[in-house]
């Protein structure tokens, strides 16, 4: 009953006895789950302790490990919105001095992407990950030590270093270790471990405020979960596509089975990875890759992607939030309560993109994030300008008024600035919230999956290049936009609003769908043209798997060890 009726087998034989593994379909199921089938060499058959596994979850761990990451990531950027300005006034800084020290960390970020590609290429995601720890802990403790302009610059540029490798190396070690129908969920939670590390940042912040603005304790702070992180993945295994690439095809199927378990899906899944990798191709170079015609448009749409994520203004907002609603009229302390509260609204939006991202899609989140994004900030552009005048004509007029119509101008102006005040918070928060939804998960989810194993390496190195380099650049000038004058600044945060117009215009007609396929098929699905992998992707989701997607009860079946 077991070898004839409800089973595919296929017998490896070692030595004298020789181990059947069995595979059921998922309609039946043994109800004694806990045996293991041996025949031996003159054919007795004998049952005990068989294991029928489908994914056991073992990608729990990886999925874990891999968030402190992105949770330094995100406190690193976030704590510096509260901090910064007591860091300029402990250390004497001045405004560029005070830019620097903000924008190194994005700049460096984006200097240690070029060698991030290679570094995963040669060492592996695991060891990648590792030596970024080493540099989250390095970068936090040498802010504690930290005595003038350059040594704060110096830590910052360590912690830029960290972030930028730590960025590279997570999403693709999250995206080859785990399943697909669930990738975009588990790839999702290191954006939402981003939003949680920007609360913490904001809360330690309110409640170092209390301590003397003690700027030197909520910026070490990241040297906590750097050491977790470092510590965890000591006991977590390699990248399996890593190995496999690498030609170590036993410890990749050891390695895979251990995460996926060892069901149809799974197997079938690894046997599309090791034939992918047994091609004989070798990796691309930079200006190789760009000269091949297959590769140009996957490569173009993980730099769009990671362009919308920055220039949409995200971490303009995040990084100066407090100094924004400063700006508005609120007092320091409110301030921080509101970059805070608006942090939250942000932090909402990746947990809706989280339950959705694997059932509406990473394209339609990307679609409606833009499109909702673009009207906040507009909003927030023309609050700006308001003010600007605002403080404009009180400066013009004062020396005109008489008594009593100071005081009816004082009340009419206290009113205003109140609504404005509320606008301001308003705008911030729904600019937050839409920017969680989609434009900040998704563009590091797709960047993870679409690059074939070819250029995966430098493809992701290179699109975490782009986000860096414009999130310093946008670092360093809005400061001197927001000090010129708020008329300024509302051009910039306007500039910002048209970016995310005509991102949402450019991912209805370019983006393709990737939910819920393997990343061998997403492979395939870029090999087309743009306009042909839309709508196939489209077909893709919205179907259920073709017969010849899934293997058939009567179809012999390998084992993949064996094999190997």
């Known amino acids: 009953?077991?070898?004839?009726?409800?089973?595919?087998?296929?017998?490896?034989?070692?030595?004298?006895?020789?181990?059947?593994s069995i595979f059921y379909p998922q309609h039946k199921r043994m109800e004694d789950e806990e045996s293991l089938c041996e025949v031996t060499s003159n054919g007795s058959f004998r049952a005990e302790n068989v294991e029928f596994q489908g994914r056991k979850g073992g990608h729990k761990k990886v999925v874990i490990g891999s968030a402190l990451g992105f949770f330094l990531f995100g406190y690193d950027t976030g704590v510096v919105s509260g901090a910064s300005k007591w860091m300029q006034n402990d250390l004497e800084m001045t405004t560029f001095e005070k830019g620097v020290a903000v924008g190194i960390t994005c700049i460096m970020a984006a200097v240690s992407c070029t060698f991030a590609g290679p570094l995963n290429e040669k060492y592996g995601r695991r060891m990648s990950i590792m030596v970024s720890?080493?540099?989250?802990?390095?970068?936090?403790?040498?802010?504690?030590?930290?005595?003038?302009?350059?040594?704060?610059i110096l830590p910052r540029a360590c912690l830029g270093l960290a972030i930028g490798i730590a960025t590279t190396s997570v999403p693709l070690y999250v995206a080859e270790c785990v399943p697909p129908n669930n990738r975009g969920q588990l790839l999702i939670l290191n954006d939402l471990c981003v939003a949680v590390g920007q609360v913490t940042a904001g809360l330690f912040n309110v409640f170092f405020r209390e301590f003397g603005h003690n700027w030197r304790a909520s910026m070490g702070f990241a040297a906590v979960p750097a050491l977790l992180q470092l510590v965890l993945f000591m006991t977590l295994p390699e990248s399996p596509r890593w190995l496999a690439s690498k030609g170590r095809n036993a410890e990749a199927c050891d390695v895979f089975r251990s995460l996926a378990g060892n069901g149809p899906e799974a197997e079938k899944e690894l046997r599309d990875v090791l034939t992918k990798n047994e091609d004989g191709e070798h990796d691309l170079g930079f200006f190789e890759m760009w000269r091949t015609p297959r590769y140009t448009g996957v490569l173009m749409i993980g730099i769009i992607l990671q362009v919308m994520n920055q220039a949409s203004g995200i971490n303009t907002v995040m990084y100066y939030s407090t100094s924004i609603l400063e700006h508005s009229g609120f007092e320091e302390k409110h301030a921080i309560w509101g970059a805070v509260a608006c942090t939250v609204t942000q932090t909402l939006g990746v947990v809706v993109s989280i339950t959705r991202m694997d059932i509406w899609g990473r394209r339609f989140l990307a679609i409606l994030s833009s499109a909702l994004v673009a009207p906040f900030i507009s909003v927030l552009a023309v609050c700006?300008?308001?003010?600007?005048?605002?403080?404009?004509?009180?400066s013009d007029s004062s020396e005109f008024v008489?008594?009593?119509?100071?005081?009816?101008?004082?009340?009419?102006?206290s009113s205003i600035s109140l609504l404005l005040r509320m606008i301001v918070v308003?705008?911030?928060?729904?600019?937050?919230?839409?920017?969680?939804?989609?434009?900040?998960?998704?563009p590091w989810t797709m960047n993870a999956e679409i690059f074939p194993h070819r250029i995966r390496n430098k493809g992701q190195a290179q699109s975490t290049f782009t986000n860096w380099f414009l999130n310093g650049i946008i670092a360093i000038i809005f400061p001197v936009f927001m000090d010129t004058s708020s008329t300024a600044a509302s051009i910039l945060l306007g500039f910002f609003g048209l970016v995310a117009l005509t991102g949402c215009i450019w991912f209805y007609h370019y983006l393709p769908e990737t939910m819920?396929?393997?990343?061998?098929?997403i492979e395939d699905l870029f090999a087309m043209p743009l306009r042909q992998a839309v709508l196939k992707g489209r077909q893709l989701?919205?179907?259920?798997?073709?017969?010849?997607?899934?293997?058939?009860?009567?179809?012999?079946?390998?084992?993949?060890?064996?094999?190997?």
């Open 1 to 20: 009953c077991l070898c004839c009726c409800y089973s595919q087998v296929a017998v490896p034989v070692h030595g004298n006895n020789a181990t059947i």
């Open 133 to 152: 720890s080493v540099m989250f802990t390095v970068g936090a403790l040498g802010m504690v030590v930290s005595q003038g302009a350059l040594t704060a």
């Open 384 to 394: 700006f300008s308001i003010i600007g005048e605002a403080g404009s004509s009180d």
């Open 426 to 442: 308003g705008s911030l928060a729904g600019y937050l919230f839409s920017f969680g939804l989609g434009l900040s998960g998704v």
């Open 402 to 413: 008489g008594t009593a119509t100071l005081t009816t101008s004082l009340e009419t102006e």
């Open 541 to 564: 989701t919205r179907q259920p798997p073709s017969p010849s997607d899934i293997p058939s009860q009567d179809e012999p079946r390998k084992v993949l060890t064996e094999k190997v």
């Open 516 to 521: 819920h396929m393997t990343l061998e098929q």
